[in-house]
């Protein structure tokens, strides 16, 4: 099963592969363990949480990932915190197989140049059974896109399945989406920052500078939609004068990459290095140090 989904990953993968790192910086920033920062009143409407947030809802927190058991529908998802598992098993099997099986009769080779992710939601679920693979992307108009391979053969065949025969499946899958509480962040949310938090590697790197807050927002509203990512990704909270902290996973390998539950976006690759700055983060130093 780790096979299928780095097959099905690859077209996602990040080129832009780099060491990276941490450092203590001086940009008006603090360093601290998250139990600090969360002692700390800060300048936010409100206090800093744990990056495993107590509001997050229980379906969140008990996902199950790893190695999944042969003969079992698994939907994948991309969470923003990135030490949540990202394989949910719905109890309903039968009915997922089920409607599975009815709708792959239909299933036709469409073309296409990209894979196109991008305007997709961002699920999708993988069934290994009778020797086979399969791997099917919800699109947004409930059509599915995929397809079955076996060991020796290869995953992408541009297969397709149109949005009337694949209707049972996309109910199936926008239960699970519902479920998961699936909401990703929107660039237009990025308004009105008054602090941001990020975490790398159990250290927390607090951004308080006005100037250098309006900065980071900026940077981060003027992006794009992105297909995926391979990057590594560590989580980035953005704190309101007013309402809930926004989260977002950001790469830190050098990529101009942040998600929101698994919606992508790219950003100007030149101010990668001088959106760590901001906070003191030396990149060329987080995996080294």
């Not at 203590?24 to 800060?42: F, K």
């Not at 469409?110 to 009778?130: G, S, T």
């Not at 100037?211 to 980035?236: A, I, M, Q």
Request: net charge negative; glycine share 6%; proline share 4%.
């Amino acid at each position: 099963m780790k096979k299928l989904t780095a097959l099905f990953m690859s077209a996602l993968i990040c080129l832009n592969i780099s060491s990276c790192a941490r450092s203590n910086g001086t940009n008006n920033t603090q360093v601290t363990s998250s139990a600090e920062v969360n002692a700390a009143s800060g300048s936010a409407s409100q206090p800093a949480a744990d990056v495993a947030s107590a509001d997050m809802p229980d379906s969140r927190k008990n996902l199950r990932s790893g190695d999944l058991p042969v003969d079992t529908v698994a939907v994948i998802f991309y969470p923003t915190q990135p030490d949540i598992g990202n394989a949910y098993i719905p109890d309903a099997q039968d009915a997922w197989k089920t409607a599975i099986t009815n709708a792959t009769k239909h299933m036709q080779d469409k073309k296409y140049d990209v894979f196109p992710f991008a305007d997709m939601r961002p699920i999708y679920f993988i069934w290994q059974h009778d020797g086979m693979n399969e791997s099917w992307t919800l699109g947004n108009d409930g059509s599915l896109w995929g397809g079955q391979n076996t060991a020796d053969s290869e995953l992408f065949k541009n297969n397709y399945i149109a949005p009337e025969d694949a209707a049972e499946v996309a109910k199936l899958l926008m239960q699970a989406y519902d479920y998961l509480e699936i909401s990703p962040v929107d660039p237009g949310q990025f308004k009105d920052i008054v602090r941001a938090e990020l975490y790398i590697k159990g250290k927390t790197f607090v951004l308080e500078n006005a100037d250098g807050v309006k900065k980071l927002e900026d940077t981060l509203r003027n992006c794009k939609r992105h297909t995926g990512s391979g990057c590594p990704f560590e989580l980035l909270r953005l704190y309101k004068k007013e309402g809930k902290p926004v989260d977002i996973a950001i790469a830190t390998d050098g990529c101009a990459i942040w998600h929101s539950d698994g919606v992508y976006y790219e950003y100007d690759k030149k101010e990668v290095e001088g959106l760590f700055k901001l906070f003191g983060v030396d990149l060329s130093k987080v995996y080294t140090e």
